[in-house]
């Protein structure tokens, strides 16, 4: 049996790895848009503050017996009448993939923030190990004393632990009334407590609407829920 996988992070790679073990005679393809197979994207908030320096370390396994690996292939049209898969690379063109059975682990996609300006230079989003990279290049060529956060999940914490970490000023802000919305609120009153005890600015109930540039600074602007403007200043160099 061929099993033809798209995506290889956890779940892509755990999806070849059980299907090996069930049965090892199949023959198992994953497609992976990146150059990245399994590596832990929710720690690359430690690769960014130093604690973990080789990005290479969050690869979660650096082998896959039997497993074919196609590294840079991303998915564009599945044919299930014909079962096959066309597939895009840049480096060796366009190829088509049969199979017999076929698994989409893709995981979500980014969602993009309606807020103006955030594709400016100096502002990063952080889903990828690309995203990661070009803000760690900032961290180490810009060394910003300031830093804005937008979004209090896991990763936007972990983030705000990575940059005082690096001895930068962080602001969170967030549009829900508390930071890890998705837990109990009592908890995420007290988490967003001991972040102020560390010099962490926590601003909740508050939007971000617009992002500026003048000169070396940055000026995040926005609104409460009680449409009062909220402002904040990110700087590389103050």
Same mark, same amino acid.
């Given at each position: 049996?061929?099993?033809?996988?798209?995506?290889?992070?956890?779940?892509?790679?755990?999806?070849?790895?059980?299907?090996?073990?069930?049965?090892?005679?199949?023959?198992?393809?994953?497609?992976?848009?990146?150059?990245?197979?399994?590596? @832990?994207? %929710? *720690?690359?908030?430690?690769?960014?503050?130093?604690? +973990?320096?080789?990005?290479?370390?969050?690869?979660?396994?650096?082998?896959?017996?039997?497993?074919?690996?196609?590294?840079?292939? #991303?998915?564009?049209?599945? =044919?299930?009448?014909?079962? /096959?898969?066309?597939?895009? #690379?840049?480096?060796?063109? =366009?190829?088509?993939? @049969?199979?017999?059975?076929?698994?989409?682990?893709?995981?979500?996609?980014?969602?993009?923030?309606?807020?103006? *300006?955030?594709?400016?230079?100096?502002?990063?989003?952080?889903? /990828?190990?690309?995203?990661?990279?070009?803000?760690?290049?900032?961290?180490? /060529?810009?060394?910003?004393?300031?830093?804005?956060?937008? *979004?209090?999940?896991?990763?936007?914490?972990?983030?705000? =632990?990575?940059? +005082?970490?690096? *001895?930068?000023?962080? +602001?969170?802000? %967030?549009?829900?009334?508390?930071?890890?919305? +998705?837990?109990?609120?009592?908890?995420?009153?007290?988490?967003?407590?001991?972040?102020?005890?560390?010099?962490?600015?926590?601003?909740?109930?508050?939007?971000?609407?617009?992002?500026?540039? =003048?000169?070396?600074?940055?000026?995040?602007?926005?609104?409460?829920?009680?449409?009062?403007?909220?402002?904040?200043?990110?700087?590389?160099?103050?």
């Amino acid at each position: 049996m061929k099993l033809l996988i798209i995506g290889g992070s956890d779940a892509g790679i755990s999806a070849a790895l059980h299907a090996r073990e069930l049965d090892p005679g199949t023959e198992i393809t994953v497609l992976l848009a990146d150059d990245f197979p399994n590596y @832990s994207i %929710c *720690g690359l908030p430690f690769f960014l503050s130093g604690e +973990t320096p080789d990005w290479h370390s969050l690869a979660h396994r650096i082998e896959f017996e039997d497993i074919d690996i196609r590294r840079g292939h #991303t998915a564009t049209r599945i =044919d299930p009448d014909t079962k /096959t898969v066309d597939v895009r #690379t840049v480096a060796a063109g =366009d190829f088509r993939f @049969s199979y017999d059975k076929l698994i989409i682990g893709t995981g979500a996609g980014p969602q993009e923030p309606p807020i103006e *300006g955030w594709r400016s230079p100096g502002v990063f989003p952080l889903h /990828t190990m690309h995203d990661s990279f070009a803000a760690h290049d900032y961290l180490e /060529t810009a060394k910003p004393k300031r830093a804005v956060i937008i *979004g209090a999940g896991y990763i936007g914490l972990e983030m705000a =632990d990575a940059l +005082t970490h690096r *001895g930068i000023e962080v +602001t969170v802000a %967030c549009r829900p009334a508390t930071v890890l919305s +998705t837990v109990d609120a009592e908890f995420g009153r007290a988490v967003a407590s001991e972040l102020q005890s560390r010099g962490v600015k926590v601003c909740t109930s508050v939007e971000a609407h617009r992002i500026t540039r =003048d000169a070396d600074h940055f000026h995040v602007s926005g609104a409460t829920n009680s449409n009062r403007i909220a402002r904040w200043f990110l700087s590389p160099s103050e």
